[in-house]
Structures are given as C-alpha cells and as structure tokens.
C-alpha cells in the first residue's frame, strides 16, 4: 500500500503562483511514475503532469505546458507541482496519484493506470 498526501493548495490571484506536494508513504518502492490530476466541479478528471523517476521523464497536459513543472525529490518521496501564471480556469481539486506499473508517459495520461490517489487539495484562482 502506498499513501499520498497532498498539500499547498489555496486561493491566489489570476497571474499568482503556488507549489503543490504530494509526500508518499509506505511501499514506496514499488511506485514508478507519479501524476497529477485535476477535477473541476462537473467536470470529469484531467491529467495536468506526470513524472517518471527512471529516467526522469516528465509530460504535460497542453492546457499547462510552459506554466506547470513536475518535480520529484525521490529520497524525500516527495513529488512537487509548480504552477505559474494562473488562470480562472485552473481552479479544480488536485489530486496526486502513483503508478506501480512500467507505462510510457503517453500511457500515464489516463488516470485508470494509477494504484493509488491522495484526497486532493484544492486550488482556486480569482480573477
């Protein structure tokens, strides 16, 4: 079992940045790639960012791609999600997730390939 909490979400203005943290828990050996994950009210849940730690590989949803950056710290089990130049339309609860499979980052678009999600933490940006 591996246990994801997230923190840092919050309120800030349009334009404003914050730094989202997923800590990781337990069998954190076996995770693979983590991802981020938002889900607006009445929208279904999108992919936002995915890291690899093998390799280091990292992907972005196009709607963040030049204003999201995917980090992790793996001796901290710490997974990081910086968002810059934030607008309206980025307010959703984000969610961590983790994948104990071997997926390409193509693959870790879809939130069925994830074992495991945090409770989410919300972020709200105003205009």
């Known amino acids: 079992q591996v246990q994801l909490v997230e923190s840092g979400g919050g309120l800030v203005l349009a334009g404003g940045s914050l730094t989202l943290s997923c800590a990781a828990s337990g069998r954190t050996f076996s995770m693979y790639s983590m991802g981020w994950f938002r889900q607006a009210p009445g929208k279904e849940r999108e992919f936002v960012a995915a890291?690899?730690?093998?390799?280091?590989?990292?992907g972005y949803a196009d709607s963040v791609k030049g204003r999201f950056t995917i980090s992790g710290d793996n001796a901290k089990n710490t997974v990081y999600l910086q968002m810059s130049s934030l607008k309206p339309e980025d307010t959703a609860l984000y969610y961590c997730?983790?994948?104990?499979?071997?997926?390409?980052?193509?693959?870790?678009?879809?939130?069925?390939?994830?074992?495991?999600w945090g409770q989410g933490t919300q972020v709200t940006v105003s205009s």
């Open positions: 890291l690899r730690w093998r390799g280091d590989n990292t």
């Open positions: 997730a983790a994948n104990s499979n071997t997926v390409g980052l193509l693959t870790l678009r879809n939130p069925a390939e994830y074992n495991y």
